[in-house]
């Protein structure tokens, strides 16, 4: 079955410092992987997504992820952090070749940005 | 503008009381879910619904209904059965399958008196 870990549920980093967000995933075929963010008291919006195409994806607000198969892991990263990055990420698989229509989420990694 | 609603945006409950929470989408998605948030648990799917007239069940179902008469519309109502009913819950649509990104609603918080 697919599944998702995420490390650390809290990150902290100094504005301006890199951001990193850590997602390992768990799936016995080519996977879909999402990252999405969700600020306080609000719905998920959606960062950036793979889908077996190039391995390092662009998403919004200066957010990446790369895909390694090898290491079973999709972390976001950012270069700067900005305070208005402070929110909540999740990550996210779900196994087409499968026919799962389910999206399965991590836990979820709350990031506080140190001014 | 398109997009998802979820209404209300708080609701309250007494103990043994089904709840119905709304969610609507002018997005024309073919597919809609409904998952349920936790703090430290990330969001667990409840239902979804890839046609209209039919939905199956997802990973956490028991004590909850849905119907999907409508294509824009997916009610999700809480039922008594249910017995750790306080959390937020979140409604989400795509276009055909969890392959695709799910756009989701502002979501409801419900809270069990």
Same mark, same amino acid.
């Given at each position: 079955a697919q599944s998702v870990t995420q490390l650390g549920s809290h990150v902290s980093v100094s504005e301006g410092a890199l951001v990193l967000l850590r997602c390992n995933y768990s799936s016995s075929v080519p996977?879909?992987?999402?990252?999405?963010? @969700?600020?306080?008291? @609000?719905?998920? @919006?959606?960062?950036?997504?793979?889908?077996?195409?190039?391995?390092?994806?662009?998403?919004?607000?200066?957010?990446?992820?790369?895909?390694k198969k090898s290491e079973?892991?999709?972390h976001l990263t950012k270069p700067s952090a900005h305070?208005?990055?402070?929110?909540e990420y999740f990550c996210a698989v779900s196994e087409p070749l499968r026919g799962n229509e389910k999206l399965t989420f991590g836990t979820g990694t709350r990031l506080t940005i140190i001014p | 503008d398109?997009?998802?609603?979820?209404?209300?945006?708080?609701?309250?409950?007494?103990?043994?009381?089904?709840v119905t929470l709304s969610c609507e989408q002018n997005l024309n998605h073919d597919a809609m879910y409904w998952y349920r948030q936790d703090p430290g648990q990330g969001l667990r799917l409840i239902y979804y619904s890839q046609i209209v007239?039919?939905?199956?069940?997802g990973d956490i179902a028991e004590g909850y209904s849905v119907s999907r008469e409508k294509k824009e519309s997916f009610p999700l109502t809480v039922t008594s059965a249910q017995k750790n009913p306080t959390a937020f819950y979140l409604c989400a649509s795509?276009?055909?399958s969890a392959?695709?990104?799910?756009?989701?609603?502002?979501?409801?918080?419900?809270?069990?008196?």
């Open positions: 996977p879909y992987l999402f990252w999405y963010v @969700q600020y306080p008291n @609000q719905g998920l @919006q959606l960062l950036l997504k793979y889908t077996s195409a190039a391995t390092l994806v662009k998403g919004i607000n200066g957010f990446e992820a790369e895909f079973t892991s999709f305070m208005s990055d402070a929110a | 398109g997009g998802i609603t979820q209404s209300p945006k708080y609701l309250f409950r007494k103990e043994g009381q089904n007239n039919d939905f199956q069940k795509s276009w055909a392959t695709d990104t799910q756009y989701f609603g502002p979501g409801t918080r419900l809270t069990v008196l």
